[in-house]
């Protein structure tokens, strides 16, 4: 609404300021972010490889692999070659896939009909291909990671926004118990709760709940704390902001102010600690599965992939091709994320720099 | 500071009571007890097995006599029933009741034998993380943007990406198998620690060396830096004595959780090159269900982790006179 009084500024100069004002756009997160990421090479590269890994793992089943479970008993892995016809194929070769799965195969079957790619990157001891085991490994390690990071994000940005938003002694005592949780190895505890929840793996699953969401929940309910930290300190500088009290001088809500105001204000730095979460996660994925904790076959993940390229390095002969790609897709991956997430926080993250949380 | 210790303290005792009891109420509530196998036991053997582990009390008093320190058993003290023999026991007085699955040991047994060999390695792997991480840190933010630094900083950011198992996978290959300089697994001389130690330590030598070159470009742009430079102070001095300490900082706080990190990461570590410490017990008593070890280990390194994060907050104040206890 443009004023009618000219505040003595004189002809044209409030018409001038005015339009001036009208041109300036804020800037959302993501298009910040997007921008910071279209102006370095090396992030733009990162986003690249990571949307390729995320289209592959999400439309596995479409692309002209063999099966990464059915086994052909052999008695040594088979080294990479680049030509030569693969086997033929058939949908027996593919197991508990959910519907979305067997449709993409279906389409498979009918665009490629019953050729497979050869074993480009060599096959396993038990004769699978090992290509077609990270791809549909990444399904797993992704799905794991962006599942526990979503937990991680509900329970960090609720408890760091509501101690943020009420301050004083509340905040006090909520974040002294998250420094208390800080110190505490957490790694211990969730092997040992994993260790006595597969005790009850087939209640849980008359409940619905497979042993996979509990290794989710549980491995989300670690890392919350770093995000509650950060939101919790968002908040705090935005809660005696000005559109917060009139907000609160129109009667909002506890709920909608924290929603609709407070929250979508500290996006850009969630933004940033989800990239940091999710590699983090992976890595923790992976050194549970390593444990033996967490995926189990038939199912594969990139940890289990690690885990099996660590046995199959032995003073005799090594076959080179089981350790070196799941490390290279996993490192490559993970170093990806790290890169894009560290890029983000220089960029996004006001406090970065001062504290090195 | 009286007050600081105080608090610390409290707070450490609230956690370790909640970590031992949420534990142990989990422990008892798995079904079937541990000793439950394919293979069934004579019952009377096993009335014999629960009576040697008092799975036969009611769940209070068997919580009570793993907490201590009042020993419940028939050894302990007169007026509540027992011989007066042995009148301490439980967690509060150290002693973490038998294993369940090594039946001729304490837990405090095992953890006798295991610990000194995993806190061997972790010191190897957190000294050595220090030391590379410290001086490629300092050495890398002497030519911000130079190819060092940019070399540097790509191992860095490996460092951190990599999983430590994916290191050490390669360093068996090229150090044991491909060069045969070093052994590949087990104990027993200190060549036996040099890869376990390196794969260990290299994520958080990454991470140091980020935090050291952030921590030293920040100190270097500091006025008092330029200072000491215009009065012709000779570079070496204005590194170490008016930059490092503030650089520094960081790391020091970033050290409680590295040696966190290195506890935890010694699980995986210990199991690749076959080392028999804490961790490798660990993850074997989970596998085995051996409640009582994987407990024990828990409480112990809750204990070392808290007590290490104190110890790296004391240190702190020392180093920056700035920072008071009582906020922390």
Not at chain 2, 17 to 40: C, D, H, K, N, Q
Request: hydrophobic share 50%; glycine share 10%; charged share 15%.
């Amino acid at each position: 609404m443009r004023p009618s009084w000219d505040f003595g500024l004189g002809p044209g100069r409030l018409e001038a300021l005015w339009n001036e004002s009208a041109e300036v756009r804020g800037e959302s997160p993501g298009q910040l972010a997007w921008k910071h990421v279209k102006a370095s090479r090396a992030m733009r590269a990162c986003l690249l490889l990571l949307a390729l890994v995320g289209l592959t793992s999400l439309f596995a089943p479409l692309l002209p692999l063999p099966s990464p479970m059915a086994l052909a008993l052999e008695t040594e892995p088979r080294p990479p070659r680049l030509f030569g016809s693969g086997q033929a194929w058939s949908a027996a070769d593919y197991w508990e896939l959910n519907p979305l799965d067997e449709k993409l195969l279906a389409l498979r079957a009918k665009l490629f009909g019953e050729w497979q790619t050869p074993a480009w990157m060599g096959t396993d001891a038990k004769g699978r291909d090992m290509l077609a085991r990270i791809v549909w490994g990444s399904r797993t390690s992704i799905l794991v990671a962006l599942a526990a990071t979503l937990c991680s994000l509900l329970v960090g940005v609720s408890y760091g926004a509501t101690a943020g938003y009420f301050g004083g002694r509340v905040d006090n005592w909520m974040m002294r118990v998250v420094d208390v949780l800080y110190s505490i190895p957490f790694i211990f505890l969730v092997i040992f709760l994993i260790s006595v929840l597969n005790e009850y793996r087939s209640e849980l699953s008359r409940l619905g709940v497979g042993p996979m969401t509990v290794f989710y929940v549980v491995i989300g309910l670690v890392y919350w704390l770093t995000m509650a930290r950060v939101v919790r300190g968002q908040v705090l500088a935005l809660r005696e902001s000005e559109f917060i009290q009139a907000a609160r001088a129109q009667g909002a809500s506890f709920a909608r102010i924290l929603g609709v105001h407070l929250i979508p204000n500290t996006l850009s730095v969630v933004i940033v600690y989800l990239t940091l979460t999710v590699p983090s996660v992976m890595l923790f994925e992976a050194f549970l599965s390593f444990l033996g904790l967490g995926v189990a076959p038939p199912k594969v993940s990139w940890g289990l992939l690690a885990a099996e390229s660590i046995e199959a390095i032995n003073p005799i002969h090594t076959f080179w091709w089981l350790v070196v790609w799941p490390a290279a897709a996993m490192g490559s991956t993970l170093l990806a994320l790290n890169v894009l997430g560290d890029g983000l926080r220089d960029a996004l993250d006001p406090r970065h720099g001062k504290s090195n949380r | 500071m009286r007050r600081f210790l105080l608090r610390r303290t409290l707070w450490f005792a609230l956690t370790l009571w909640a970590v031992i009891t949420v534990s142990f109420f989990l422990m008892r509530s798995v079904r079937g007890g541990p000793f439950s196998s394919e293979r069934s036991l004579h019952p009377a053997v096993e009335a014999n097995l629960e009576a040697r582990y008092h799975l036969d009390w009611p769940l209070w008093k068997q919580y009570l006599h793993y907490l201590g320190p009042l020993n419940l058993d028939e050894q302990g003290a007169t007026w509540l029933g027992g011989s007066g023999e042995d009148l301490w026991g439980g967690v509060l007085t150290g002693e973490l009741g038998p294993s369940f699955k090594y039946r001729d040991f304490t837990v405090n047994e095992i953890i006798a034998q295991s610990l000194p060999i995993s806190l061997a390695l972790g010191s190897v792997a957190l000294l050595w993380a220090v030391l590379v991480g410290g001086s490629t840190g300092i050495l890398s933010s002497l030519r911000p943007g130079g190819r060092l630094d940019l070399g540097l900083r790509l191992f860095a950011t490996a460092g951190v990406a990599l999983p430590n198992f994916v290191i050490a996978g390669a360093l068996i290959l090229l150090f044991g198998f491909q060069l045969e300089l070093l052994p590949v697994a087990g104990w027993g001389s200190f060549s036996h620690l040099v890869l376990p130690g390196i794969a260990l330590g290299a994520p958080f030598a990454a991470y140091i060396s980020r935090l050291t070159r952030t921590g030293m470009l920040e100190a270097l742009a500091q006025d008092h830096v330029r200072t000491a430079r215009a009065k012709g102070l000779p570079e070496h001095l204005v590194l170490s004595r008016h930059t490092l300490r503030g650089a520094l900082l960081p790391v020091v706080s970033y050290l409680g959780p590295a040696a966190a990190g290195i506890l935890t990461g010694s699980l995986v570590i210990e199991r690749i090159f076959a080392i028999p410490g804490t961790g490798s017990h660990f993850v074997n008593s989970a596998l085995n269900r051996d409640y009582t070890l994987s407990m024990g280990v828990t409480i112990l390194y809750t204990t070392l982790v808290y007590g290490l994060n104190f110890l790296v907050d004391l240190t702190y104040t020392l180093l920056d006179p700035r920072i008071r206890l009582e906020e922390a």
